[in-house]
């Protein structure tokens, strides 16, 4: 599971280096791709199967599935991180999600995300704002407790 925020730079051949505590997951490979906002999200190459085989069960007729299609595959490439830990991210890519010299690295539970400077700082916007969340996520159970085991008070 990926976690946390850090902030990282690219090198001069376009490398972005991965925070140490998500390398152990992507040793076996990545697949990088551009993100529903814009930004890039970084998939082991087990999730972003799973995600080909998914995606593959919709049907190609829909318009919006093929715009999906192009969003995710065109934009998607395989990646290994070297010894340093580092991922090559193709030039194409860091135009699309505004990258610089610098990049928010996202741990989002199943997947990692990559944000520009200003991106993420309006992102932060959204996320800290405390009267919208409790709207936006009151009809979640967010509840920690196991229905089967619930905890005994008193």
Not at 12 to 34: N, W
Not at 83 to 97: H, I, Q, T, W
């Amino acid at each position: 599971m990926f976690l946390g925020e850090y902030l990282h730079s690219f090198d001069d051949k376009s490398r972005l280096t991965i925070p140490a505590k998500f390398r152990d997951e992507l040793a076996a490979g990545c697949v990088v791709t551009r993100g529903f906002e814009k930004h890039l999200i970084i998939y082991t190459s087990d999730a972003f199967s799973k995600l080909t085989r998914q995606a593959q069960t919709l049907s190609p007729t829909d318009p919006e599935t093929r715009i999906l299609h192009r969003l995710i595959f065109s934009g998607a490439s395989e990646a290994q991180p070297d010894k340093s830990g580092r991922v090559l991210v193709p030039p194409f890519l860091r135009v699309y999600a505004d990258l610089d010299t610098e990049a928010y690295v996202i741990g989002v539970g199943e997947r990692i995300e990559v944000w520009g400077k200003a991106g993420w700082e309006d992102q932060l916007k959204v996320l800290n704002d405390p009267e919208t969340n409790s709207r936006r996520f009151a009809a979640l159970n967010l509840a920690t407790v196991d229905d089967e085991h619930p905890t005994k008070s008193g």
